[in-house]
């Protein structure tokens, strides 16, 4: 059985990603677009808004210039 920091750890991943994924379809940018503007490739990108793995963060600040938000809309929405 998981323990319950690890289920909420995967939790904030998920929310986080799906924060990402908003906001880049809100600017209608593909996967590889903000990969090329934080320097990652689009699997990583997509790995992050499916909250497999967490971007750091110095990839939230470069993701929220990307997405023209501000950082902490990439945590909490």
Known sequence: ??????????????EVGANIRR????AALTLEQ???RV???RRTISSW??????PG???LTLLARAL?????RLLYG
């Open 1 to 14: 059985m998981p323990h319950p920091d690890d289920l909420l750890l995967q939790a904030a991943r998920r």
């Open 39 to 41: 320097g990652r490739d």
């Open 57 to 59: 963060l110095d990839d």
């Open 49 to 54: 808004e499916h909250g497999a793995t967490a």
């Open 68 to 72: 023209g938000v501000e950082s902490w």
């Open 23 to 26: 906001f880049r379809a809100s």
């Open 34 to 36: 903000v990969g090329a």
